[in-house]
């Protein structure tokens, strides 16, 4: 028996390139186990967005060959494989496998080299005309699937490693898109989450040329879906079409996750992002004068080189401006090969941390307020689970909020019967910074 094992860093793309990189090997006689002493093969799906993420890599690499590596084979994927590229054999002489996703399509060649002993098989071929496409993706979550519709990236942020570790862009077929999210719904997947560094220049490559708020549109019409998420918006690419489906179909979720990055366009401009704070703005607006509720989260750097005090406060301003209902902030890194490592001025690890201090304290008060308007009203929650610790079942709501609530008829799990995968009406009782708390009403 063949057996392997996979752990999985970064973002929602490397999560579900696992899922098909799992299925791919399933399909070619492996089996997955959940200890890593027991597998043959042990892969790391790796992330170099920051440079934290890169040495955990090596780290954990290096921790793992000690205490367990011997006769087994290891293999790096995903972004630091494809920064890296063959230097990870070099400083990580027991990897025999470096792949990046562009060319996970040949992974079942990559394995079967890898059996014949082969101990240098790479992958990192960034001109691959094909996106991962495979017929046997294992996926995760019961009720939630992701699909990626386009790959890779065109924009060059300049403090961005993706366009060098996934490559240009390569948007699917709408036809295959769709055939794919039926498929989903027929084996019972209620949610769908469309997947991208970049969304919204989705441009399908077959002659009905469709763009992204088409294809949402066409995703929110499927029938058994109840829920279409997507993710990453880039602001230039961001279109009122998109508010638009959003207005006209309950399906399409209550949510919009449009990265700023900065509210200072001196800093934007910097960045390479394409817009300025009164583009991003006008986007803002469309989102708020919209009838259905949107829910609007971000992403923050703080101390991008050069960024002044006074570029910093801009960022605060916008905070406040915008009043995001969540958002991910992080100390700017400098990763290789991006165009901001050509920038003077940079700024000292003490300082990134006061900013960040500052602006996650600013946030956390917005959504205690945020949050807490929200109290008394009733929400559909999609339950997705049941916490032990607390007694409550575990629920998400269409703007992506976790309500966590108390059922008084069905308190918790019993004879093999759950109430996770369904929709129900939740009061909301009580509300922290993160979450909310509720109660089932009929
Ligand atoms: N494609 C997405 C972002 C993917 S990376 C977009 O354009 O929004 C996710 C987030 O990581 C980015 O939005 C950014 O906030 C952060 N990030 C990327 N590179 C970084 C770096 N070098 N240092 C700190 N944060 C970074
Ligand atoms: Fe990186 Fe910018 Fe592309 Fe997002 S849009 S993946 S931040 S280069
Ligand atoms: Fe990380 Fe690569 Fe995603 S760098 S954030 S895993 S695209």
């Known amino acids: ?107 079942s060649q990559m394995l079967v080299q890898l059996e014949a002993g082969n101990r240098r098989v790479t992958g990192l071929s960034l001109d691959t005309e094909d996106a991962f496409e495979t017929p046997f993706t294992r996926r995760d979550n019961p009720h939630r699937a992701y699909i990626t519709i386009i790959e890779g990236c065109d924009k060059s942020c300049a403090y961005c490693v993706v366009p060098f570790t996934r490559g240009p862009e390569r948007s699917r077929t709408s036809d295959k898109l769709l055939e794919e999210a039926r498929d989903l719904a027929r084996m019972g997947y209620l949610e769908i989450q469309l997947l991208g560094q970049n969304v919204n220049s989705y441009r399908d490559p077959s002659p009905a040329g469709w763009d992204f708020a088409r294809l949402l549109r066409a995703m929110g ?41 900065s509210g200072s366009s001196s800093v934007l401009e910097r960045m390479q992002r394409l817009y300025t704070r009164d583009d991003y703005l006008r986007r803002i607006d469309w989102i708020k004068k919209a009838r259905r509720n949107i829910a609007i989260t971000t992403d923050i750097i703080v101390g991008f080189p050069g960024e ?13 401006e915008v009043q995001y209902d969540s958002l991910f902030n992080f100390k700017y890194s400098r990763r290789p090969n991006t165009p901001a490592l050509a920038l003077e001025d940079h700024i000292s690890e003490e300082e990134k941390t006061r900013r960040l201090t500052i602006l996650q304290e600013m946030q956390r008060d917005i959504q205690i307020r945020r949050n807490s308007a929200l109290v008394g009203i009733v929400e559909e929650a999609f339950v997705e689970g049941y916490n032990q610790a607390t007694g409550q079942w575990i629920g998400r709501t269409t703007q992506n909020r976790p309500l966590n609530f108390i059922h008084p008829e069905f308190p918790s799990p019993r004879d093999g019967a759950t109430l996770a995968g369904t929709y129900l009406s939740v009061r909301v009782t009580r509300a922290g910074p993160n979450s909310l708390a509720g109660e089932r009403v009929n």
Not at 84 to 107: C, D, H, N, Q, T
Not at 226 to 242: A, G, L, N, W
Not at 308 to 320: Q, R
């Open 308 to 320: 002044t005090e006074a570029e910093f406060e801009e960022t605060l301003s916008l905070l406040e």
């Open 221 to 261: 019409e499927i029938d058994g879906i109840r829920r279409v998420r997507f993710t990453t918006s880039h602001p230039r690419d961001f279109v009122k079409e998109i508010v638009d489906a959003i207005d006209e179909n309950p399906v399409l979720c209550n949510h919009v996750h449009l990265p700023v990055q």
């Open 1 to 107: 028996m063949k057996t392997f094992y996979i752990e999985t860093f970064g973002c929602q793309m490397n999560a579900h390139d696992s899922e098909k990189v799992i299925g791919t090997l399933v399909s070619d006689g492996y089996t997955q186990v959940e200890q890593l002493e027991q597998a043959d093969l042990i892969l790391y799906n790796t992330c170099s967005i920051r440079d934290k993420a890169e040495q955990k890599v090596f780290h954990r690499l290096n921790q793992f060959k000690k205490e367990h590596g011997k006769g087994k084979v290891f293999g790096v994927l995903g972004c630091v494989a494809q920064q890296e590229g063959e230097r990870i054999f070099e400083r990580a002489p027991f990897v025999s496998l470096v792949a990046g996703s562009a060319s996970y399509s040949k992974l």
